[in-house]
Each structure stands twice: as structure tokens, then as C-alpha cells.
């Protein structure tokens, strides 16, 4: 199955989970997972949030930024990976100058 991020309207969803700016992002989702390419513009978060039933993993194309996870502080960068397990709590911020684009997938469980 191929998922055409280009074809699938952007989303915008401001001061997502408390965070800062707007949260863009185009999704697709079904009844096993969530599967969004997201963009926070310089500046933008998504507010710090706890993962009860599920867990995150988040894949940053492009941009800088830093992921609050539990008590720690972590650097976001192209390449990078992003993993919040069930139970534990993450937040994403973008502190460069450029736009950070990331693919994420939430599963159902």
C-alpha cells in the first residue's frame, strides 16, 4: 500500500497537546496505526504528553529540534529516530531556523 503524503491535505492543529505555534501534519489512519508526516515551523511544539495505550516512533527528515522525554532533553536531527514507548511522556520542539519535518507512526493496540 502506498500513502501519497502529496495528496492528503495538511492539517494544521494550533498549540497541539499545549504546546507553542501550530502543529502540521498530514495523516493517514486506519484501525492499526496513525501515520502522519509532520512539520513545526521555528519556534512551533507539540506540548509534553503522556503515551497510556500506545507508543510513538517519530523519524526526522529535516530540521533540528529537541524531544522532551520523561525527565531527559534530547537532540533531534536529520537521520535521527524518536521512540516514546507505552507509558512514558515525550514533547517536540523545533529550535532551528528551518522548518523540522518528521514521519511518525502511532500504533493501535
Sequence with gaps: MILDFTNIAETSLPQ????????RLRAFADEDAKIMLGRLEPGASIGVH???DNCEILYVLSGTGLARYDDAC??????????????????????????LLFFAVVPRL
Design 74 to 99: 534530547e537532540r533531534l536531527a536529520p537521520g535521527t529516530a524518536h521512540y516514546c514507548p507505552k507509558g512514558h511522556s515525550h514533547g517536540i520542539e523545533n529550535d532551528g531556523t528551518i522548518d
Design 16 to 23: 497541539f497537546r499545549g504546546g507553542m505555534k501550530d502543529y
Design 50 to 52: 503522556r503515551h497510556e
